[in-house]
């Protein structure tokens, strides 16, 4: 494996990648220290200590990958995905109930404004039609969220389309209402899909959260083969 600093990443999947074969398909240590190092192990090596030498060249990798600007990148995309892929579900799920409440539903526990009334408002003094399917909010994506210091808490715009009550179709930009994703349902209906969607399928997943894994899995695996190669 080449030290250097734009490879770090490329060291440390090809190491755990090993170690996780090595003790999967149950290959033995000294063989491969042998071809990785170029170094003659010799069979004699105790598995104690060939665990050891691993879970150190393990544990060197991953502190020479979270200090390099490959990991420094890695986290930055993921950051993004995450952001990204947060603010389009939240403006999803604030859609929906934006529209159940137009066509007359309950209201919705993550605004403050009483849809219902603001939305027979607006049927009755926009020129909108009365009835409840008269009126509807088209979903603008994440375009339409303008967060505060956090992403649970800001403004959404509400654009409305409908028709009045001779047919004529009718659209207006309506106003920014403010949200507040306070309870933990309504975080949690964007959370999961959030992490999932970030987690198969984007290109953090690779650039970010596959070193990670692949590291960590590697050096429980080392550390529980020294530790039973111990007792």
């Not at 150190?56 to 490959?70: G, K, Q, T």
């Not at 930055?76 to 137009?102: P, V």
Request: glycine share 8%; hydrophobic share 45%; net charge positive.
């Amino acid at each position: 494996m080449d030290d250097d600093e734009g490879k770090a990443r490329r060291n440390l999947v090809l190491a755990s990648t090993v170690v996780l074969l090595a003790a999967w398909l149950e290959l033995p240590l000294p063989g491969l220290i042998e071809k990785v190092t170029s170094l003659k192990a010799g069979e004699s090596i105790s598995p104690a200590r060939a665990w050891a030498a691993v879970l150190a060249v393990l544990v060197y990798l991953v502190y020479r990958y979270d200090f390099s600007e490959e990991a420094a990148k890695g986290r930055e995309t993921l950051k993004q995905a995450w952001e990204a892929a947060l603010a389009d579900l939240i403006a999803g799920l604030l859609n929906r109930h934006l529209n159940r409440a137009a066509r007359g539903g309950r209201d919705s526990p993550h605004f403050d404004h009483k849809l219902r009334e603001y939305f027979a408002h607006q049927r009755e003094f926009g020129g909108y039609g009365k009835g409840k399917g008269s009126l509807q909010v088209p979903h603008a994506g994440a375009a339409a969220i303008k967060m505060e210091t956090t992403p649970w808490q800001g403004t959404v715009s509400v654009p409305l389309q409908g028709s009045s009550d001779a047919g004529a179709t009718r659209s207006s930009s309506g106003n920014r209402l403010p949200f507040n994703l306070s309870n933990r349902v309504g975080r949690a209906q964007v959370i999961v899909p959030a992490a999932l969607l970030v987690a198969l399928r984007s290109k953090a997943t690779t650039s970010a959260l596959a070193p990670v894994v692949l590291s960590m899995l590697a050096v429980g695996v080392a550390v529980f083969r020294l530790t039973s190669a111990l007792l």
